[in-house]
Structure formats: C-alpha cells, structure tokens
C-alpha cells in the first residue's frame, strides 16, 4: 500500500493530511444521557474541540507504528485558533474531523527563542459538518530524551 507521502511529489508533503475521525462529542456533556435530543445545540467550552488534538496526534503516531514508551514525546510549544461563531452552532452527536499533516522537522538551535534540540511541527485542522474548519492548530514536540539532555548541557 502507498502512503500519502510517498506519492506526493518533494515539495507537496506538507498538503498531505491524515484523517482521524473522533466522535466524542456525545460524551462531552456533564448531563450525558445516552437518549438525549441529538440535535440540541450544546455549550462546549471554546477550547473542547481543540482539546482533541492530543488524540488525533496519538491516533496518527499509532498508525505510524511510532513506539511511545520507548520514545515518549512532549509538547513544547502550540498555537490554537477555534471559530467560536462555529462552535457556538455545534450540536450533540456532530461528527469531527481531524486532518493531520505530515511533521515538518524544526532544527535545533541556540539563541533567543530557539531550543536546543530538534522538534517536529504538527499542523492540524479540526472540521465540523460540511468541512468547515472548526480549528486550526500547530503543536511543536520533541521526544523527552531530547529534552532531558538539552538541560544536562
């Protein structure tokens, strides 16, 4: 099977998103009721959906067979947009999309505002019905090891 990547030309990996599909809207609510109106708008809070990011990434690094107890990583740094209008509109049981891209390598470097050990940048999009970008989120990580060695230094 071809991955995404490998059938991008050099320079188009970075438009190769991964889709990982979440529902975990239904469960957010305090007043979970398994039987509730699904087409009652609920008030998540502005940053529920964003708060997905985190499983996305792991679903991603799980079908990339990336190993996590033997190289854990953090985050060291993000950027979170939501469209709250959009929010606002959001109703139990919608179904989010989260679009991954391919990492793109952050070096190391030294100086104001540069880390000291490589990182990898994880561009994400969460979309609600009708592929409206419900969020926009950039995540820097690094693997702790990398960290750990760069404080040692």
Not at 27 to 44: I, L
Not at 78 to 102: M, P, T
């Given at each position: 099977?071809?991955?995404c990547k490998e059938a991008m030309k050099p320079g188009q990996h970075d438009y190769?998103?991964?889709?990982?599909?979440?529902?975990?809207?239904?469960?957010?609510?305090?007043?979970?009721?398994?039987?509730?109106?699904?087409?009652?708008?609920?008030?998540?809070?502005?940053?529920?959906?964003?708060?997905?990011?985190?499983?996305?990434?792991?679903?991603?690094?799980?079908?990339?067979?990336?190993?996590?107890?033997?190289?854990?990583?953090?985050?060291?740094?993000?950027?979170?947009?939501?469209?709250?209008?959009?929010?606002?509109?959001?109703?139990?049981?919608?179904?989010?999309?989260?679009?991954?891209?391919?990492?793109?390598?952050?070096?190391?470097?030294?100086?104001?505002?540069?880390?000291?050990?490589?990182?990898?940048?994880?561009?994400?999009?969460?979309?609600?019905?009708?592929?409206?970008?419900?969020?926009?989120?950039?995540?820097?990580?690094?693997?702790?090891?990398?960290?750990?060695?760069?404080?040692?230094?």
């Amino acid at each position: 099977m071809t991955t995404c990547k490998e059938a991008m030309k050099p320079g188009q990996h970075d438009y190769c998103y991964h889709q990982i599909h979440i529902d975990a809207t239904r469960n957010a609510t305090d007043d979970f009721n398994p039987f509730h109106d699904q087409n009652k708008v609920e008030q998540f809070p502005a940053m529920f959906p964003a708060a997905l990011l985190s499983c996305a990434l792991l679903e991603k690094a799980k079908q990339d067979n990336y190993d996590f107890e033997s190289n854990p990583v953090v985050y060291t740094s993000h950027h979170i947009s939501v469209d709250r209008r959009l929010l606002q509109k959001l109703k139990s049981n919608d179904r989010l999309h989260l679009l991954v891209a391919v990492p793109r390598a952050v070096p190391a470097g030294k100086g104001l505002g540069k880390k000291g050990f490589p990182q990898q940048l994880h561009r994400c999009f969460g979309l609600s019905a009708g592929n409206r970008i419900l969020f926009r989120a950039e995540a820097v990580m690094a693997p702790l090891k990398a960290i750990l060695q760069d404080a040692e230094a």
